[in-house]
């Protein structure tokens, strides 16, 4: 399983020469996977678009799709994304799992503990007391 990663761009990188979404996608997706062109999707995205230009769920999509060009088991989390965004991404992760795919997400809240095939909860426990 594939952990997929956060964007992060360093500071200098950002100011004098940022990241775009092909420069990115060109660097961390397949080529020949149907999922690398999937952003494109987002009618105001394109190839020449700066990733730090992109804030939560676009953002989180661009990362989810370059990780699912490679393989289609994954962790995840829905850190920095709202609510409408967090039910985009989950959707999409839910039929890549429907199409043979596995996926596990690390989230702090409960709101879809319902839809998964399996639930686990860790609660962390004081040994001081």
Not at 23 to 42: D, F, Q
Not at 61 to 85: A, H
Request: glycine share 6%.
């Amino acid at each position: 399983m594939t952990f997929v990663e956060h964007f992060f761009e360093p500071a200098i990188r950002r100011i004098f020469h940022p990241v775009t979404v092909g420069e990115y996608l060109k660097k961390n997706a397949n080529p020949n996977s149907p999922y690398t062109t999937k952003i494109y999707e987002t009618e105001w995205i394109n190839e020449k678009t700066k990733v730090n230009r992109l804030f939560g769920s676009p953002r989180k999509q661009l990362s989810l799709y370059s990780t699912l060009s490679k393989t289609q088991n994954i962790v995840f989390d829905l850190s920095g994304e709202g609510p409408q965004g967090a039910e985009e991404t989950y959707k999409i992760v839910k039929d890549i799992v429907k199409n043979g795919g596995s996926a596990i997400l690390l989230d702090s809240f409960d709101d879809m503990k319902n839809d998964c095939t399996k639930y686990i909860e860790l609660q962390w426990k004081n040994l001081n007391s």
